[in-house]
């Protein structure tokens, strides 16, 4: 499990008001959603862009410690841009706790060739990019790994097929496709042109009498 930290501070108010002072300040405005309710509160905005990197494409636990010395484990739940300059504007953190399990949505992990790319000529069709998990904080996957190696044309790999993890489990439909091995379309033969084939039946026609000759 990646766990990476993250200092964030209580803000006095919310609104258009004090989220645009909080930007001018070089903070970005952010919610910590809890089973006690919902706290309004700010972070670095250079200290979240570096916490992303570090984050990358993988799931994660971040550790949150408040201004007041509390702490608390969450989740990035979801992170809205502005949609000229594509800075953050505003971040969504979910609290978990420790002790009790949590859903979360895992992104999914394509390792080896396919057989039916490598060997049939077919195509790899990843249709779920992320798997949703139910674990303890601390048993929280970075990547749900899918091998695809012996996939043949035709195949599939659904929820239920996902190989296990300790303390991990998948809900929600079993059925669910995650990645299917597309066998080649075949290239249907040209219709015939009717007039092209006219013209060589017409030739292949017998010549016409020649008119008797004059005694």
Same mark, same amino acid.
């Given at each position: 499990?990646?766990?990476? =930290?993250?200092? /964030?501070? +209580?803000?006095?108010?919310?609104? %258009?008001?004090?989220?645009?002072?909080?930007?001018?300040?070089? @903070?970005?405005?952010?919610?910590?959603?809890?089973?006690?309710?919902?706290?309004?509160?700010?972070?670095?905005?250079?200290?979240? %862009?570096?916490?992303?990197?570090?984050?990358?494409?993988?799931?994660?636990?971040?550790?949150?410690?408040? *201004?007041?010395?509390? =702490?608390?484990?969450?989740?990035?739940?979801?992170?809205? %841009?502005?949609?000229?300059?594509?800075?953050?504007? !505003?971040? *969504?953190?979910? @609290?978990?706790?420790?002790?009790?399990?949590? &859903?979360?949505?895992?992104?999914? !992990?394509?390792?080896?060739?396919? !057989?039916?790319?490598?060997?049939?000529?077919?195509?790899? *069709?990843?249709?779920?990019?992320?798997?949703? /998990? %139910?674990?303890?904080?601390?048993?929280?996957?970075?990547?749900?790994? /899918?091998?695809?190696?012996?996939?043949?044309?035709?195949?599939?790999?659904?929820?239920?097929?996902?190989?296990?993890?300790?303390?991990?489990?998948?809900?929600?439909? +079993? #059925?669910?496709? /995650?990645?299917?091995?597309?066998?080649?379309?075949?290239?249907?033969?040209?219709?015939?042109?009717? &007039?092209?084939?006219? $013209?060589?039946?017409?030739?292949? $026609?017998?010549?016409?009498?020649?008119?008797?000759? #004059?005694?």
């Amino acid at each position: 499990m990646k766990q990476l =930290k993250l200092n /964030v501070k +209580q803000r006095p108010g919310t609104g %258009r008001g004090p989220a645009r002072r909080i930007r001018n300040a070089g @903070q970005i405005p952010a919610i910590i959603y809890g089973s006690a309710g919902t706290n309004p509160v700010s972070v670095d905005s250079v200290e979240f %862009r570096t916490l992303m990197r570090a984050k990358g494409s993988s799931a994660a636990i971040v550790e949150l410690t408040l *201004d007041n010395g509390t =702490k608390a484990l969450s989740l990035i739940k979801d992170f809205q %841009r502005d949609a000229i300059s594509q800075k953050i504007v !505003h971040i *969504d953190l979910l @609290q978990v706790l420790a002790d009790q399990e949590m &859903t979360a949505d895992v992104p999914v !992990h394509i390792t080896g060739e396919a !057989h039916g790319v490598r060997l049939e000529g077919g195509t790899l *069709d990843v249709v779920a990019y992320t798997v949703k /998990v %139910r674990c303890l904080p601390k048993n929280l996957p970075e990547f749900v790994t /899918v091998d695809v190696t012996e996939l043949k044309n035709g195949e599939s790999i659904h929820i239920a097929d996902l190989k296990k993890i300790e303390g991990v489990s998948f809900p929600g439909d +079993q #059925k669910r496709t /995650v990645v299917v091995c597309t066998a080649p379309e075949e290239e249907e033969a040209p219709a015939a042109d009717a &007039t092209a084939a006219a $013209a060589p039946a017409a030739k292949a $026609a017998a010549p016409a009498a020649k008119p008797a000759a #004059k005694k």
